[in-house]
């Protein structure tokens, strides 16, 4: 194909060819110039052609998924990544579902009665002073534990119960404190609470379901033990504490608490409309991040939610 020159200087020449026509005799110059405007609109066409196809070949190709203008340099994009807490998260409640536990995802927000009531914290409990969180000026709450979703987890599975099977959930969720923050004490972590109601439900049944979570999650057999410690929601209460594993830098000599629990107490049963004559259950709840610090060796915990990523890409 002629480039868009040729044809430009072709066209040019052409139009010259005009200035012959008055040369002409009269009986010449119709067919002459019709002749002439045949070729004319010919090398128009070719060179509109000509001109598209060099349009073409010169434009740069446009992004069309760039955020910026067109043809803007376009910095390179980094790929993030899922937040360490989350994929381990993801692992405790796959051990848990393995396990034939439900999830039910826990609030953000939640209210007095849930915090409070439904917990067994009567109105001016002293007890009510060690979950210190935050509050809305509309009075909301957001959650100092999990444990907040025990009624709700209660209320929604109870119709298992009177169809002869069990409650058996586990709960995940984000807390917050009003806490003086450091190394071992951040504002906002994870949790992850767990609910077993069912007839004859005894505590060896939960430090059995406890400790297969722990040797699993850490992949070896550790040692567990109990200390007493006081919830008013369950009763007894206890606190689980496992032997620190040597692989992760224990000398089988330091013992770490993992999480409180014991059995529910039956005012809470109760308050769900469960009978606790006929039902017991147990429940517990512990942090993710302390879980976590300890399968990977990590001293600090407020890594977690700084947004480093100097820190984040290391996972
Ligand atoms: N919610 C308690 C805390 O954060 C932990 C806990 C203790 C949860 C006993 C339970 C339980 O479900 O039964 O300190």
Known sequence: MSSVEEIKSNLKALNAEYAKIKTLL?????????????RRRKLQAELQVAMDAAEAENIEPIDITAPSAPNAKIPEIKQGSRHPLMTELERVLDIYSHMGFDVMEARQLDDEFHMFEALNFPEGHPARDGYDTFRTSEGFIP???????????????????????????????????NEDV?????????????????????????????????????????NIKTQPGYFPFTEPSVELLIEKPKSLGGKGDGWLEMLGCGMIHPNVLKMAGINPDEYQGFAWGGGIDRLVMLKYGLSDVRYFESGKLDFLKEF
């Open 26 to 38: 009269k009986e010449e110059r119709k067919s002459f110039g019709e002749e002439l405007n045949k």
């Open 143 to 177: 959650p100092a534990h999990t444990s907040t979703m025990q009624h709700r987890a209660l209320k929604r599975y109870k119709k298992d119960l009177e169809n002869g099977g069990k409650i058996a959930v586990v709960i995940p969720g984000r807390v917050f404190r």
């Open 182 to 222: 450091d190394a071992t004490h951040e504002h906002t972590f994870y949790q992850c609470e767990g609910v077993f109601v069912g007839k004859n439900v005894n505590m060896g049944q939960m430090l059995g379901v406890l400790k297969n979570f722990f040797d699993t999650y850490y992949g070896q057999n550790l």
